[in-house]
């Protein structure tokens, strides 16, 4: 059974850091391209970031560039995603997604609020 | 980067009733679209992609069509179970910058 399993969110100050993880199960996770997408309260779902199978390709979506960093670790089956600077509007619930022909699997989310 | 509308934003159905929701691209994609739907609190939930190839273990009464920048998602029969929010999403940019529609919101009438 393919199982995305996401920790690490929480409450942060803005111009804060966190890091989140998604561990993988049930399938070859490296061999598929693994993606972040989120959703602000009460809003629409977003893509933020994805990454190759081998992490030689990396792409972002303009609100985060420079800010967020995608990474994986095939040998522990798990994904990444840095967030740094991290600003009011970046409050979400964050998923990890299985990228094939749309996203096929998804996490439960773990929700990030950035507030003082 | 490729924009996604849906309309409507939100509709008002009863069971038993047809429902379709149109979403189009800012440019053409192809047929590299697919829905989702989500209850509140869930992750979303692969309905459709390619625009019309239904997802293992997705009940028949759901269908997609369309292709280029026009697509439409269809409930044959609404059961009350698909009371939600439905979502599509382009795949086909390469570099892979995907997108997603607004969302529509399917309740009771």
């Known amino acids: 059974e393919v199982q995305l399993v996401e920790s690490g969110g929480g409450l942060v100050q803005p111009g804060g850091s966190l890091r989140l993880s998604c561990a993988a199960s049930?399938?070859?996770?490296?061999?598929?391209?693994m993606s972040w997408v989120r959703q602000a309260p009460g809003k629409g779902l977003e893509w933020v970031a994805n990454i190759k199978q081998d992490g030689s390709e990396k792409y972002y979506v303009d609100s985060v560039k420079g800010r967020f960093t995608i990474s994986r670790d095939n040998a522990k089956n798990s994904l990444y995603l840095q967030m740094n600077s991290l600003r009011a509007e970046d409050t979400a619930v964050y998923y990890c997604?299985?990228?094939?022909?749309?996203?096929?699997?998804w996490g439960q989310g773990t929700l990030v609020t950035v507030s003082s | 980067a490729i924009r996604m509308t849906q309309s409507p934003s939100s509709l008002s159905a009863s069971t038993g009733d047809r429902v379709t929701i149109t979403c189009r691209a800012s440019?053409?994609?192809?047929?590299?679209l697919a829905w989702y739907q989500q209850k509140p609190g869930k992750a979303p939930k692969l309905l459709i992609y390619a625009a019309s190839t239904l997802q293992s273990g997705v009940p028949s009464r759901f269908s997609g069509s369309g292709s280029g920048t026009d697509f439409t998602l269809t409930i044959s029969c609404l059961q009350s179970e698909d009371f939600a929010t439905y979502y599509c999403q382009q795949y086909y940019s390469y570099p892979p910058l995907f997108t997603f529609g607004p969302g529509t919101k399917v309740d009771i009438k």
């Open positions: 440019q053409g994609i192809s047929s590299y």
């Open positions: 997604a299985r990228s094939s022909g749309g996203f096929d699997y």
């Open positions: 049930g399938f070859t996770f490296s061999s598929y391209w």
